[in-house]
Nanobody
Framework: QVQLVESGGGLVQAGGSLRLSCAAS????????LGWFRQAPGLEREFVAA???????TYYADSVKGRFAISRDTANTVYLQMNNLKPEDTAVYYC??????????????????????WGQGTQVTVSS
């Protein structure tokens, strides 16, 4: 079991920044991929970014490339730095974890169905 707890959401004006945190516990994360997904009202949950814990390989959705950055520290926390926020970034942001059983593909890193563990989510609202 991996427990995930997100924090750092809030209300920000367009063009502003927020940093989300996801504290992970319960397992050694060296074999895991940690990802961020988001879901806006009435829309499907979509991939935002992911990081391979050991290799530090990162993956991003096209919509956030150049604006968002995923990172992790040595204390089992994953971060999502969000800059130049837009109203369309408004959503509940979820942290998720998967442990790939085969060499990870980009498609797997971006697929929510590959992630077994999920946090409760944190709301991000960007006003225009």
């Amino acid at each position: 079991q991996v427990q995930l707890v997100e924090s750092g959401g809030g209300l920000v004006q367009a063009g502003g920044s927020l940093r989300l945190s996801c504290a992970a516990s319960g397992r050694t994360l060296s074999s895991y991929v940690l990802g961020w997904f988001r879901q806006a009202p009435g829309l499907e949950r979509e991939f935002v970014a992911a990081i391979r814990w050991s290799e530090l390989t990162t993956y991003y959705a096209d919509s956030v490339k150049g604006r968002f950055a995923i990172s992790r520290d040595t204390a089992n926390t994953v971060y999502l730095q969000m800059n130049n926020l837009k109203p369309e970034d408004t959503a509940v942001y979820y942290c998720a974890a998967q442990r790939p059983e085969s060499p990870l593909t980009t498609a797997q890193a971006m697929n929510s169905k590959e992630y077994r563990y999920w946090g409760q989510g944190t709301q991000v609202t960007v006003s225009s």
